[in-house]
């Protein structure tokens, strides 16, 4: 539904925010049998971390069920998704940041899952 969330919002959002914060670094959480703090699968010599695999799953489960017409976003909704799906791409995909997010300040993790998680709100408000 557009600008307002659904209950399918409603229920993802707190995993979202604690998939983020499990790939971050801030704490560690199972959803679905994936512990969001460790590696969820490998390809080759590439960790797949579980935090970004529910994250990624969450995100695409949120936008597929509120809009799926990619090519008529308005923009605030366009930079929404790419975005968050940016964050967690190369969160996932580039160890040595994630490593490096991974010992700082827990402040840096705490600013990454609030950027991530402000942009799935617009996802899921503006969907």
């Given amino acids: 539904?557009?600008?307002?969330?659904?209950?399918?919002?409603?229920?993802?959002?707190?995993?979202?925010?604690?998939?983020?914060?499990?790939?971050?670094?801030?704490?560690?959480?199972?959803?679905?049998?994936?512990?969001?703090?460790?590696?969820?699968?490998?390809?080759?010599?590439?960790?797949?971390?579980?935090?970004?695999?529910?994250?990624?799953?969450?995100?695409?489960?949120?936008?597929?069920?509120?809009?799926?017409?990619?090519?008529?976003?308005?923009?605030l909704h366009y930079y929404a998704v790419s975005s968050t799906a940016g964050i967690l791409l190369l969160l996932a995909t580039v160890n040595p940041l994630l490593e490096w997010v991974q010992t700082q300040s827990d402040i840096v993790g705490v600013g990454i899952t609030i950027l991530a998680s402000a942009g799935f709100a617009a996802v899921s408000y503006y969907g």
């Fill in 1 to 75: 539904m557009k600008n307002q969330y659904d209950s399918i919002d409603a229920v993802l959002t707190p995993i979202f925010v604690l998939s983020m914060a499990g790939l971050v670094g801030l704490g560690e959480a199972t959803i679905g049998g994936v512990s969001t703090a460790g590696t969820a699968f490998a390809i080759g010599d590439v960790g797949i971390p579980g935090g970004a695999l529910v994250a990624a799953v969450v995100l695409g489960t949120v936008y597929i069920t509120n809009d799926r017409d990619i090519g008529n976003l308005d923009p």
